[in-house]
């Protein structure tokens, strides 16, 4: 008799992290490092930052063109993020997760929480920094962002963290490599979840 296990569908992990933490940076290696793996490009309402390329780190649109999109029913969730619009496309991911493809959505504790509202299958992950002051560190290091637009950013991680209770996992990213290895160990033992495949057993011929 010989096991044949199937994946039945592609999981969706989300990801929320304080800005600075280094979500985007993890899930780009895991995208680069994992088959099937890949990451679902938002659209947002925010000027591009500095080295922003359409379409790899953001759709950006306007705010008429964004609400437009709400109402056509686009979006598989959206929030208002730091006073811009931030949505997430409803079309690719269920288009990936019948194809047995993961995904990551890199989004915040609002847009987290709607997700495994509507899909409880959904994995979500916290990206903790491992201090306040490490991360204005990293924010001011980043050099993206005024002093102002910092300190902000920091007052919405003090805000953010405190949701981090609501997550399937908790991940703390001092050490990168430590924090991806924990990443992968958490996308390999999903994977192995009884509901999420389908068990063959084949009887050998004689
Ligand atoms: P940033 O402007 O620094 O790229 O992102 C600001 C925040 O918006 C981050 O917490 C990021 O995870 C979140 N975000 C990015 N895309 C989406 C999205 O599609 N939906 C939601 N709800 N949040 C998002």
């Known amino acids: 008799m010989t096991v044949k296990i199937n994946d039945l569908k592609g999981c969706l992990f989300v990801f929320s992290a304080p800005s600075g933490t280094g979500k985007t940076t993890l ?3 895991l995208c680069s490092d994992l ?31 964004f609400k437009d999109m709400i109402e056509q029913g ?19 991911i269920q288009e990936r997760l019948d194809n047995a493809l993961d995904t ?8 987290a929480a709607e997700i495994k509202r509507i899909m409880p299958g959904s994995v979500l992950i916290f990206i903790m920094p491992p201090s306040l002051e490490e991360l204005k560190r990293r924010l001011f290091l980043r050099g993206t962002d005024s002093e102002e637009t910092i300190n902000k950013r920091l007052m919405r991680a003090e805000q953010e963290m405190q949701e981090a ?8 990213n001092e050490d990168f490599e430590r924090a991806l290895g924990d990443l992968k160990c958490i996308i390999r033992s999903e994977h192995l979840k009884t509901s999420r495949s389908s068990i063959e057993l084949l009887k050998k011929h004689q």
């Open 165 to 172: 209770i609501h997550y399937d996992y908790i991940v703390v």
């Open 104 to 111: 990551i959505l890199d989004i915040d504790t609002q847009g």
């Open 35 to 65: 088959e099937g793996m890949a990451h679902s490009v938002s659209y947002t309402t925010r000027a591009p930052r500095e080295g922003e390329i359409e379409g790899v780190h953001y759709h950006f649109v306007d705010v008429p063109e």
């Open 74 to 92: 686009e979006f598989l969730e959206w929030a208002v993020v730091h006073n811009n619009y931030y949505g997430t496309s409803r079309n690719k």
């Open 27 to 29: 899930a780009k290696r």
